[in-house]
Nanobody, 122 residues
Framework: QVQLVESGGGVVQTGGSLKLSCTASGFTLDYYAVGWFRQTPGAEREGIICINESDEIRYLTESVEGLFTASRDNFRNTVYLEMNSLNPGDTALYSC???????????????WGQGTQVTVSA
């Protein structure tokens, strides 16, 4: 099946860190940019960060600059989201999608996975 699979979510205390993984299944990520998004019930999906095939990062929201970062390991066909200084407002379902360019609108993203839940306790 051609899709992205997210993992690494869980429960973490305020101020803690977490590293999520986004692994491609059935295709290679080498020539795709990958964006991370998050969503809470009743809210729209929020773009967080995107990393292109040259490892260049584009923040999709200013609120996580300096706190979150992305990296990729093409050998493992995986993109990572490293989150630091987490607070309860970061609680959400985190998912990743593949796209041609980080400047593309969210409608262009594909191969969405099921997401991984991150819960930050107070």
């Amino acid at each position: 099946q051609v899709q992205l699979v997210e993992s690494g979510g869980g429960v973490v205390q305020t101020g803690g860190s977490l590293k999520l993984s986004c692994t491609a299944s059935g295709f290679t990520l080498d020539y795709y940019a990958v964006g991370w998004f998050r969503q809470t019930p009743g809210a729209e999906r929020e773009g967080i960060i995107c990393i292109n095939e040259s490892d260049e990062i584009r923040y999709l929201t200013e609120s996580v600059e300096g706190l979150f970062t992305a990296s990729r390991d093409n050998f493992r066909n995986t993109v990572y989201l490293e989150m630091n200084s987490l607070n309860p407002g970061d609680t959400a379902l985190y998912s990743c999608g593949a796209v041609g360019y980080c400047s593309d609108p969210v409608e262009r993203y594909g191969y969405w996975g099921q997401g991984t839940q991150v819960t930050v306790s107070a």
